[in-house]
């Protein structure tokens, strides 16, 4: 049985229940294989909405529209509805609660029934209202916590697509050039690298006041020496997330960028020789704020997450986290410097939590000189 | 008031209720002009979900992450909830459920409730389960086919920058080049007219196999000289959507090639000419479809569908609608040409209905020379 499956169905067990129903886009991905479009949004053509119900004996079955019938997953069942036509009149909610009903009865969900809390759609009540429900969040996002050997594959080749946009943004940043026009290079790198579209979030950033404010997507803002840029690139490849930060100062870096820069690049440095089983989360967070605090600058932020089919999974690097760190997490750490007269400098890593320590999975340079 | 707040109280009543919750991303667009961001679907940073509660006396409520408590819009009272937090441990999602709780409450909701039914979740159902439901759908989408004047001016801003990009198109478009390497510079356009990121939706497609299957994203497929290509943009500005479609042949046109695109362009003229208040939208539809027939080719397509905050809005351009077309609607009018030998030619101009024909509101031209 596929390892996210059986762990899926942990979850749905440790939830006290028999069935689980997804909704959200990425439980559907992840118990099911199927990658839910997501790059524009809902959209006519990529497909309506989707459902996952997963038994605890193993059944794993799928609803999604014709347009996606054919996309790969492991679910040994799929009902497909109509989605966009044009030839006789359709309604594509109707089709798509009558497919989830069929699916439902095919299976015969009875029992206790785990949903996807956040997602579920009203519309599909019928389907449920005559058993007991409960929340499978707890238990499916400690489940998700620990990656499969699949799943490391995965998301080191986001992790290296994450990597090549980085390069490009090191090569792209020039004095005169807008942010659009440089995210437009960045973009296609790691796009071209995948040969596909791909959704992207992140921030790309430049100059003083913009940085250390330190969130924020690339507008017409053009870049001038001695701008100080940030460029978090998150590109989600075959259904998993890769993330990354770097931070640039466009020509030679002035002594106050560069004792920021050193600052953030210690705090990396201090996290990745820390990184291993055992560590308490919310004790790293304190030690790396800490690092930056020594240093003299502030730190408006949290220092990580968990990454996979969501971008932001838990846990996160945040102070309050008590969960310890375990084999096989995937995790982001991004200390941040932030300096309002100089600006900001985050440095993201993607880190994969090994027997004694961590690997780095991201395979981008810090700026050369730096 | 709003006309589109106005609009949404027309439909709410019309569903026979005395308020309507909408939580789709369209329907939270319209009903309030709080723009949901949608470009890399769920995001951590980009707010969670919302909630708008309309009051056919006027009052006009939203509900949103504290991240995008700021942004424009026109309700009257906002609650905001915490989203992206690291400081102290919160939990969005029970967040949202209390702020769409207190936002009822403050209210006064009553009586008969009208929900955006193919979006609503099972977690707001406490809010409105003591008070009986009707779907507002068939309703609000009839409400919302007749734009208003400022939402002319913002369809038209969203037509011009699909413009924008058509023409990078047709710049941008040389051999050697792969089509995502076009796709860039196209998108540049269109987001560098706007100064910001856009959600954006479409085809761009080589080759005579790829473009006589008229749909799909671009690829690493390389352009040779004679391939026919097909780019079909609709980004999404300040909340509405633009669309358009342009096609070219690299180098000079084959015989073949502009015999399908003359067969295409006259359908689009045709369609032009014959656009008016009056005019049954499914004949418009089948005299297209026979137009390019008498030409010799096919047609595996609608002829188009309005466009608003929704990128495929009712009515559609299908054979099967009895509805008329009427005096500000706007709509989308993409005939389509395909010959499995040659490839194949969409042409899509963006039309506003006025009193007495029509007013194209895309400004690009077709490829020189043809």
Chains 1, 2 share one sequence.
């Not at 942990?10 to 939830?15: D, F, G, N, P």
């Not at 199927?34 to 949004?41: D, F, K, Q, T, Y």
């Not at 119900?53 to 997953?73: A, K, R």
């Not at 019928?126 to 238990?139: D, G, K, Y």
């Amino acid at each position: 049985m596929n390892e996210r499956l059986a762990r899926t169905i942990a979850a749905i067990k440790a939830s006290g229940a028999d069935w689980g129903l997804f909704t959200s886009p990425d439980g559907v991905a992840y118990s099911t294989g199927h990658i839910v479009s997501i790059e524009a949004g809902p959209s006519p053509f990529a497909g309506g909405p989707s459902l996952a119900i997963i038994g605890t004996d193993g059944q794993c079955g799928l609803v999604v529209t014709n347009l996606e019938g054919g996309t790969p997953s492991w679910a040994d069942r799929i009902v497909t509805y109509e989605g966009f036509s044009y030839k006789d009149p359709t309604d594509v909610f109707a089709n798509y609660r009558t497919a989830a009903a069929e699916m439902a009865k095919e299976l015969g969900i009875g029992g206790v029934i785990a949903i996807d809390e956040q997602s579920f759609p009203l519309s599909l009540l019928p389907l449920v209202e005559r058993f007991s429900r409960v929340s499978v969040e707890p238990a499916f996002k400690r489940e998700r916590a620990i990656k499969s050997k699949t799943e490391i594959v995965l998301l080191r080749e986001a992790a290296l697509t994450a990597s090549a946009g980085q390069r490009a943004f090191l090569q792209a940043a020039r004095a005169g050039r807008s942010e659009l026009e440089i995210f437009a290079d960045v973009r296609l790198a790691m796009e071209s690298r995948i040969g596909e579209r791909l959704p992207v979030t992140g921030d790309l950033i430049s100059g003083k006041e913009r940085t250390s404010a330190f969130m924020g997507w690339p507008g017409n803002r053009r870049i001038a020496t001695g701008d100080p840029l940030i460029c978090d690139l998150a590109p989600r490849v075959q259904g998993y997330w890769g993330d990354s930060c770097a931070s640039a100062m466009i020509g030679t870096p002035s002594p106050g960028f560069l004792k920021l820069y050193s600052a953030a690049k210690s705090a990396l440095k201090l996290a990745i020789e820390t990184v291993r089983p055992g560590v308490v989360i919310g004790a790293l967070d304190r030690s790396l704020q800490d690092h930056i605090h020594r240093h003299g600058y502030s730190y408006a932020h949290h220092s990580g997450h968990s990454i996979g089919t969501g971008v932001h999974e838990w846990p996160r690097l945040v102070a309050y986290e008590r969960e310890t760190l375990k084999k096989d997490m995937v995790i982001m750490v991004e200390p941040t410097a932030l300096d309002p007269d100089i600006g900001g400098v985050r440095l993201e890593f993607m880190l994969h939590v090994t027997d004694d320590g961590c690997e780095i999975l991201t395979d981008f340079a810090h700026q050369p000189g730096i």
